[in-house]
């Protein structure tokens, strides 16, 4: 089966960084995919990371370490919008599902 | 990117009514979606998975007769909670691949059902 953990709750201020943290147990792995989800609101594909290293995009950059099991989500220059849930996700190769991490709950505070 | 149109956005049922959640692919073929349940404060926990055509494939645990899942054409997949009660009163959201000819192509979510089981 698949599981991945996540810190439940993550605070910070705006303009700082914040990294989301990601740890998972799979049986066959294919890469680790972000979501945020505002509350309420339908879950949004941020990034993936098919292999090891940094991946940027923007503001968000997502980190893979296939030998350690983890990965993270790093956020900088945060903004109030950011405030959201963020999810760790991974496909199974056999079904395709995703399955998704327990999920990160940021609070950005001015 | 994909458009997945989910309706109704929220409803309010009687305990032991029948409510259907609509799903619509708007500009794909989606022979598979992914039903997703999500309790307040918590992750996002695989249902069914729909298959065009044919029967669902239903997550441990989930009552298949209790959650009626239909994927009659390749752009609507609905979820009928059958006999709702409280406890059934969750966020309901579908989902289907972007690209289903790429890999781990991500998922692109409808705006999800609000169900109040009163």
């Known amino acids: 089966g698949q599981s991945l953990e996540q810190p439940s709750e993550v605070t910070a201020v705006e303009g700082a960084i914040v990294q989301i943290n990601c740890t998972y147990q799979?049986?066959?792995?294919?890469?680790l995919s972000w979501y945020q989800q505002h509350d309420g609101g339908a879950p949004t594909f941020l990034s993936y990371?098919?292999?090891?290293g940094l991946e940027e995009t923007g503001r968000f950059s997502s980190f893979l370490s296939r030998s350690d099991s983890y990965g993270y989500l790093l956020l900088q220059e945060l903004q109030m919008k950011d405030s959201a849930s963020y999810f760790c996700?991974?496909?199974?190769?056999?079904?395709?599902?995703?399955?998704f991490g327990t999920g990160t709950r940021l609070q950005v505070f001015p | 990117g994909a458009v997945v149109s989910q309706h109704p956005s929220w409803v309010i049922c009687k305990s032991g009514t029948s409510v259907k959640i609509e799903c619509r692919s708007l500009?794909?073929?989606?022979?598979?979606m992914f039903w997703y349940r999500q309790f307040p404060k918590q992750s996002l926990m695989l249902m069914a998975t729909?298959?065009?055509?044919?029967?669902?494939?239903?997550e441990q645990g989930v009552e298949k007769d209790k959650f009626l899942i239909n994927h009659a054409s390749l752009t609507l997949s609905t979820l009928t909670v059958t006999s709702a009660h409280p406890e059934d009163s969750s966020f309901y959201i579908c989902?289907?691949?972007?690209?289903?000819?790429?890999?781990?192509?991500?998922?692109?979510f409808g705006n999800g059902t609000r169900l109040t089981v009163t």
């Open positions: 990371n098919a292999l090891d």
């Open positions: 996700a991974v496909r199974d190769p056999d079904t395709d599902k995703l399955i």
């Open positions: 729909s298959n065009e055509g044919s029967k669902a494939t239903y």
């Open positions: 799979t049986s066959g792995f294919y890469g």
């Open positions: 989902s289907h691949v972007n690209d289903d000819r790429v890999w781990n192509s991500p998922l692109h």
């Open positions: 500009d794909f073929q989606a022979t598979t």
